[in-house]
């Protein structure tokens, strides 16, 4: 079924179709019935079997920290959506096989695979896996995170230190384990929030420089990452011009990894490869205690359209995006 038109204002992959599948429900962008047109124009994936034949190799979807909320729902999304196999993530494998059975019962099929983002053994089983059943990535989907209560009790050099290694540390470790594994037209969909752009305003006017800056490196954001959390630690967090969020930093580290990590995407010459961060908005889960205004589909929206942005999508590229467009990243 060729594409009949495009219809979103923001971008190039909802295509009208006919039959009653795949929808990605945002109403206010599209209030019709429409196939995501992803990368299904690529050429094949072609693995070496032997020296005399050779055989397809599935398209693979990967999201982390994906066995509830917002992860979860990226899931489904791409199950409707995504052309190969998903494979939902988590790090207690009970659970994980639980969301896939939960998941099974509305008639879709991911795979699970165990993953600890913080465990660097995990990640390379991962990567392993990955390698050995798709020999690549067309998908990958950076979503698990931790952020600590607002009531919590627990001192902020500790808050720190826990949610930077997660959010920041642990995704990164990630990303440089699973990128060599990235095919051309792979996307990269990472999860930040909005309470990245809250914590960059409140940062100090030298450190908003060097996070807005398009020469930052991933060395020296890492640097001033591992700066935030040693200055919490010595109580000089603010005085080093840094905000009264560990959240918020991890999640400006997130945003800015996602920036760097385009470019030097585009400095390597990759070919097609897209990352973007996002903010998923204010979402009904466990991290929000259920307080948010969104469904976890509803929140799964922005990051999984990141994920099936089809070939050769000139923006967003290395940006921000939030409620499907590209959102300010500045001073
Ligand atoms: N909810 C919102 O309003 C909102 C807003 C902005 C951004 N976000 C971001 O959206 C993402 C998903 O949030 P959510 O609201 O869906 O949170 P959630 O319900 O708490 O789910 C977080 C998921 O991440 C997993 N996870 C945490 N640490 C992990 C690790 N080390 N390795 C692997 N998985 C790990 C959790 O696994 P366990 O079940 O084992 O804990 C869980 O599956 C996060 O990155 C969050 O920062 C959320």
Redesign the pocket.
């Known amino acids: 079924m060729p594409p009949v038109g495009l219809h979103n204002r923001d971008s190039a992959y909802f295509y009208k179709a006919n039959g009653p599948r795949n929808l990605i429900t945002d109403q206010s962008v599209c209030r019709h019935t429409y196939q995501l047109h992803i990368s299904n124009t690529k050429e094949p994936c072609v693995k070496a079997k032997t020296n005399t034949s050779v055989e397809m190799a599935n398209k693979v979807a990967v999201v982390?920290?994906?066995?509830?909320?917002?992860?979860?729902a990226i899931v489904r999304a791409l199950c409707k959506n995504f052309k190969g196999d998903v494979i939902l993530?988590?790090?207690?494998p009970e659970?994980g096989h639980a969301a896939v059975q939960e998941l099974e019962k509305e008639g879709l099929h991911p795979k699970f695979h165990q993953?600890?983002?913080?465990?660097h053994a995990s990640v390379t089983a991962l990567r392993d896996f990955l390698q050995n059943t798709y020999q690549g990535i067309d998908v990958l989907v950076n979503?698990?995170?931790?952020?600590y209560k607002a009531a919590s009790t627990a001192p902020f050099s500790e808050q720190a230190e826990v949610t930077l290694k997660?959010?920041y540390f642990?995704t990164l470790d990630l990303c440089e384990t699973l990128f060599p594994l990235l095919r051309p037209h792979a996307r990269v969909s990472n999860?930040?929030?909005?309470?990245s752009q809250f914590a960059l305003a409140k940062c100090s006017d030298a450190l908003k420089a060097r996070f807005v800056s398009t020469d930052i490196t991933m060395d020296e954001l890492t640097g001033i990452m591992k700066k935030f959390v040693q200055s919490a630690q010595n109580g000089t967090h603010q005085a080093e011009g840094f905000p009264e969020s560990s959240?918020g930093m991890s999640?400006v580290g997130v945003t800015v990894m996602s920036m760097i990590q385009q470019r030097e995407m585009d400095k390597k010459g990759a070919d097609d490869i897209v990352i973007n961060a996002c903010?998923?908005?204010?979402?009904?889960?466990?991290?929000?205690s259920h307080k948010?205004k969104?469904t976890?589909d509803q929140?799964a929206e922005t990051p999984a359209y990141l994920a099936l942005l089809p070939p050769g999508v000139k923006e967003p590229r290395g940006q921000f995006v939030r409620e499907l467009k590209v959102a300010d990243w500045k001073m």
């Open positions: 982390t920290g994906s066995n509830k909320g917002v992860g979860f993530t988590a790090r207690n659970l993953l600890d983002i913080s465990d979503n698990a995170g931790i952020a997660t959010n642990s999860v930040s929030s909005m309470v959240y999640k903010c998923p908005g204010y979402v009904d889960t466990d991290m929000t948010g969104l976890i929140g």
